[in-house]
């Protein structure tokens, strides 16, 4: 549903949210990283598929990490099941705390 999509992003991805990743003074890609009461909520993260696989994603991941660190606070995320990209999160500390019928839900401690 194009509208509930469409919906979601203007509440939940505004442009003032996001933090731009650059490589090179290139900007490559960003993040939306929220604060709530208990833990902090990576909200969405996107590289540049020319800048995947090099890096760059573990780099941003770890510096992300040592905010909720110094925050005391426990990082979480979604993956959608169609994204490859849990093995990854794994990769970098993360564990399932929860599934439902569409997403793993992810935490690092």
């Not at 490589?23 to 960003?30: A, K, P």
Request: glycine share 6%; with cysteine.
């Amino acid at each position: 549903d194009s509208e509930f999509q469409l919906k979601g992003f203007r509440e939940n991805l505004a442009p003032e949210l996001w933090k731009i990743i650059c490589v090179q003074s290139r900007d490559i890609g960003g993040f939306v990283l929220k604060e709530k009461e208990d833990h902090l909520w990576l909200e969405m993260i996107i590289i540049d598929p020319h800048y995947q696989k090099e890096g760059v994603g573990k780099s941003v991941i770890t510096h992300i990490q040592s905010i909720a660190a110094t925050k005391y606070l426990p990082l979480r995320l979604s993956v959608i099941k169609a994204n490859p990209v849990k093995p990854f999160y794994i990769k970098q500390g993360f564990e399932q705390y929860h599934e439902d019928e569409s997403f793993y839900k992810l935490e690092w401690r």
